[in-house]
């Protein structure tokens, strides 16, 4: 089996699907946001350099994200391929994925801007086990999040500001890629805007 690309806007839904589909697939989940989160706050260099740019919700320079995917695809737990979630997120990075490893499928989450929002600014994580919640759509359960532990954590650039700069990085450089994976025939769209339980059945099949 080789590696998936989750696809879409920011807050679409990719988090949430790859811990879905992670119980099928047995794949690991490469989120090049959350590696950046944990450099920043480690304080290391690749994060004093990322920083400035995800606190404005711009995008990281491509040689930053694609030294740290080289060295990800590395670890023991890739070898069967991983699920990519927020990455590639330009042309050049898809390019140099060709590269690195075989793609088989790259799931579109197809949801309209006036949704994201709303999805972003009630975002909430497990900040024990990473379990991603929404205020409405997806709260934590009364008894508390399943891993028995629940910290709430709410990300910095998750604000009605930085949402609209992330969108527009999203439109200008991200989007081309549904043509460019279109062409080479791996692009599965899905209607995003739907119940989470109804998306995973939707890309689980496209797996199948
Ligand atoms: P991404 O990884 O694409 O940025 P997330 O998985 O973190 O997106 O989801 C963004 C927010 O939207 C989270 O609060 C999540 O609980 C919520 N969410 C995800 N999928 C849906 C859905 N189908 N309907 C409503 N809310 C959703
Ligand atoms: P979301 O999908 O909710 O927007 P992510 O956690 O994927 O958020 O990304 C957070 C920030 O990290 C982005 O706004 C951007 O600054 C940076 N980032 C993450 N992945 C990439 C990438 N592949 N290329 C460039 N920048 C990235």
């Known amino acids: 089996m080789g590696s998936i690309v989750l696809f879409g806007p920011p807050g679409a839904g990719k988090g949430t699907q790859a811990q879905r589909i992670m119980e099928h697939t047995g794949l690991p989940q490469v989120s ?56 590639p997120r330009t042309i050049p990075q898809a390019e140099a994925l060709q590269n690195l490893t075989e793609i088989t499928h790259v799931l579109a989450i197809d949801v309209p801007d006036e949704r994201i929002v709303e999805r ?11 379990t991603v919640y929404h205020d409405t759509f997806n709260p934590v359960p009364p008894s508390g999040c399943s891993c028995g532990s629940y910290v709430e954590k709410r990300r910095k650039d998750d604000n009605a500001d930085t949402v609209l700069t992330r969108l527009s990085a ?9 043509d460019w994976y279109d062409a080479i025939g791996l692009f599965h769209p899905v209607n995003g805007d739907r119940d989470i339980a109804e998306i995973t059945e939707d890309l689980l099949e496209l797996l199948n």
């Open 120 to 130: 972003i600014c009630g975002r909430s994580t497990c900040g024990t086990c990473g």
């Open 32 to 87: 090049t946001g959350d590696m950046l989160r944990a450099a920043v706050k480690e304080g290391s260099p690749i994060g004093l350099e990322a920083k400035s740019y995800m606190d404005r919700g711009a995008l990281v320079p491509d040689d930053v994200i694609l030294g740290l995917i080289e060295d990800r695809i590395t670890h023991a737990d890739a070898v069967n391929g991983v699920m990519f979630d927020g990455f």
């Open 170 to 178: 999203y439109h200008d450089q991200t989007s081309p890629l549904a």
